[in-house]
């Protein structure tokens, strides 16, 4: 098949969930003999080599800073990506039998179902977030957020194959008008599926991950505050960097925790997995998630993970309360800080549990899993395969185009 994968950033130019996602399929397709390409903005040097082997790397549009100082998504490279992407589409669009965009942003979308009807190739659509209409107006105000809205339930409704990556996006999309059922693909975890054995738990409360509001990164060192009073032997662990570090960094100082918490920034990947390992638990405190990787990732360790209840918070899905972890009814520093001290209390227990729930759950989180699902959908959209079925990945559909 001729696929041709659209994402505006690439792994490990940019760091994320989304980016490793669409790294992994790109080199997993062409590792199967499959004519892959690429599209995306310039995140490196020209006359450097995007470095993905068997793919043929295209830049659409130039490289751009993504994100305002405050952490969220700038208009324009967007609206240049989406841009590029009409732009090849049109020049080369007869040569692929697959269009595999992310939803977001939407504009590369809205481009592959201009140039539908002249090119007649297949979309297929990654939905990692639904937003709601209460989001879209706190992150964008009421007329900006009105307009995102709308733009999200038009991108709902192209002719598409879609997925979601949870529960609560899948049933969002379909109220957004989506023909047809969504595939939900519960797998993103490309590590080892062996049932791990724990390593000893070190006293330390850990945390990885970029540091922008929705993770709410401050919140978890106040509760860690709280509950380091009652347990003076643990330690916080803060990995990564994002425009709320300087906050983060404030808030282990107003705390008085200079001498038990850490915040080092960017680190190498042997030392997240490092610290992980040894983590008395992993906190995500995040109000939105699309997914929760990092608990999966700590969980393939035999590590609990703790995290909050939130409307747009779909890693609640990853735990199932008392036997991978905790979660917390809200990020109040005290209620939040009374589950990091239940995995305190559970102690090993808790450790060895958490490695079992992986070990019964490691198929279904397997990256390789939902390649497979993705692959089927290609071969039912191109040439009416009927193999797909229900299993623990949700409704496979064999028709979501209107």
């Known amino acids: 098949m001729r696929v041709c994968v659209v994402y505006d950033c690439l792994f490990p130019h940019t760091v994320g969930g989304a980016e490793r996602w669409y790294r992994n399929l790109a080199e997993r397709l062409a590792a199967e003999g499959h004519d892959v390409t690429y599209l995306t903005l310039r995140q490196w040097e020209r006359g450097e080599d995007a470095g993905v082997a068997g793919v043929d790397v295209r830049v659409v549009g130039p490289r751009m800073g993504l994100y305002a100082g405050d952490g969220r998504r700038r208009i324009l490279p967007p609206l240049a990506f989406g841009a590029g992407v009409l732009w090849h589409l049109l020049r080369h669009g007869r040569r692929y039998d697959v269009v595999h965009t992310a939803s977001f942003p939407y504009f590369s979308l809205l481009a592959a179902a201009v140039v539908l009807p002249l090119h007649r190739f297949r979309i297929v659509v990654d939905w990692h977030e639904v937003w709601s209409r209460d989001y879209w107006t706190e992150y964008l105000g009421r007329a900006g957020g009105a307009v995102g809205a709308l733009v999200q339930r038009l991108c709902a409704r192209v002719p598409q194959r879609a997925f979601c990556f949870s529960r609560l996006h899948a049933a969002r999309l379909r109220d957004e008008g989506l023909r047809g059922e969504p595939t939900i693909l519960t797998g993103e975890y490309a590590g080892s599926l062996a049932q791990p054995v724990p390593a000893a738990a070190q006293p330390i409360v850990a945390f990885a991950g970029r540091h922008i509001p929705e993770k709410r990164v401050p919140a978890l060192v106040r509760a860690f505050a709280h509950a380091q009073r009652a347990a003076p032997e643990l330690r916080l662990v803060v ?97 939040l800080a009374a589950e990091i001290l239940r995995v305190r209390a559970a102690g090993p227990a808790l450790r060895e549990s958490t490695a079992a729930w992986f070990g019964r759950n490691a198929q279904r989180l397997s990256l390789d899993g939902s390649l497979d699902h993705v692959a089927a959908a290609y071969r039912s959209e191109l040439f009416g395969d009927a193999s797909g079925s229900d299993d623990e990945h949700g409704r496979v559909s064999h028709d979501s185009r209107v």
């Open 239 to 335: 990995l990564g960097d994002g425009p709320e570090r300087p906050a983060v960094l404030r808030a282990i100082a107003d705390e008085g925790l200079s001498d038990v918490a850490r915040a080092p920034g960017f680190v190498s990947t042997e030392e997240v997995e490092e610290t992980l390992a040894g983590a008395l638990c992993m906190v995500l405190p995040s109000r939105r998630e699309g997914y929760g990787m990092v608990v999966v990732e700590a969980s393939a360790r035999g590590v609990p993970s703790v995290v909050v209840r939130e409307p747009d918070n779909a890693a609640v899905e990853l735990v199932d309360d008392g036997e991978n972890g905790f979660v917390a009814p809200s990020v109040a520093p005290e209620q």
